[in-house]
C-alpha cells in the first residue's frame, strides 16, 4: 500500500494539473487564443528560465556522470533514427517532418522535471537529463521540420544558415548554453536575481501542463 501511495503522490498531480486545464477550457475560462499564448510563454520563457535555474544554481562539475548524459543522449538519438527510417515507409512523405516530429518529441522537461521534484523534492539529475536530451530534441526538431517539410525542396546554403539560425536562437537551448556558462564561471546568483528567476521558473511545469490538458480534444465515437 506505501509504495502504491508513492506513485499516486508521484503521478496525480500531474494528472490533475493537466485536467485542471482541461476542465478550465470546458469551463471557458480559456481558449483557444489564450492556451497557444501561454504555450509560448512557457516554451520560450517559462521553461528557458526553468532549465537556466536548474543548471545555473548547481555545481556543474559536482553533479556531472558523463555515463548518465551518454545514456539519455543515445537514447534519445536511437528513438529519433528509429521513427526517422519509420518514416521512409510512409505513402505521403510530405507528412515525414510531422510524423517524427510527433513520434519522438516529448515533453522531458516538463515531465521529467515534474516527476523528479515529486519523487525527490528536488530535481536533481534533472539538469543532466536536460543537458543530454533537450538540445537534441529541439535541434533535430529544427532540422526534420526544415529539412523534410512538405515543400521540400534541394539543401543549399540558405537552407542551411535557416536551419543553424533556428538552432542558435531556441529559447531552451539558449537557457541551457547560459546556466551551464554561469555554474561553470561560478557567477554569483544576488537573491533578487535568484527570487525573479524562481518566481518566473516555477511558472513553467503547472502552466506547461494546464496548457497540455487544455489541448486535448476527445473525438469520434466511444
Known amino acids: 500500500m506505501s509504495n502504491l501511495m508513492f506513485c499516486l503522490n ?16 470546458k469551463w471557458h475560462i480559456m481558449d483557444g487564443s489564450f492556451v497557444d499564448k501561454m504555450n509560448s510563454f512557457v516554451f520560450k520563457v517559462a521553461l528557458p528560465v526553468l532549465v537556466f535555474q536548474d543548471l545555473a544554481t548547481v555545481d556543474f562539475f559536482e553533479a556531472w556522470d558523463w555515463k548518465f548524459v551518454v545514456f539519455c543522449f543515445l537514447a534519445t538519438l536511437i528513438s529519433i533514427t528509429a521513427v526517422t527510417l519509420l518514416s521512409f ?13 510527433a513520434s519522438y518529441r516529448s515533453s522531458a522537461a516538463i515531465f521529467g522535471i515534474a516527476f523528479i ?11 543532466l537529463m536536460i543537458v543530454a536530451s533537450v538540445p537534441l530534441y529541439n535541434i533535430m526538431a529544427v532540422v526534420v521540420l526544415t ?36 555554474s561553470v564561471l561560478k557567477l554569483p546568483m ?31 465515437d466511444f
Request: without cysteine.
Open 117 to 127: 521534484q515529486n519523487i525527490y523534492g528536488e530535481a536533481g539529475m534533472g539538469p
Open 10 to 25: 508521484a503521478t496525480m498531480p500531474i494528472f490533475l494539473t493537466m485536467m485542471l486545464g482541461y476542465a478550465f477550457r
Open 190 to 220: 544576488p537573491v533578487i536575481l535568484e527570487k525573479t528567476v524562481k518566481n518566473v521558473a516555477v511558472l513553467a511545469t503547472p502552466l506547461g501542463l494546464m496548457a497540455m490538458g487544455a489541448s486535448i480534444e476527445f473525438k469520434g
Open 89 to 101: 515507409l510512409l505513402k505521403d512523405k510530405s507528412l515525414q517532418g510531422e510524423f517524427i516530429q
Open 147 to 182: 529539412v523534410m517539410r512538405p515543400e521540400r525542396g534541394r539543401v543549399n546554403g540558405a537552407l542551411i544558415r535557416k536551419t543553424l539560425h533556428g538552432i542558435i536562437t531556441n529559447p531552451i537551448i539558449v537557457g541551457i548554453l547560459t546556466g551551464v556558462v554561469w
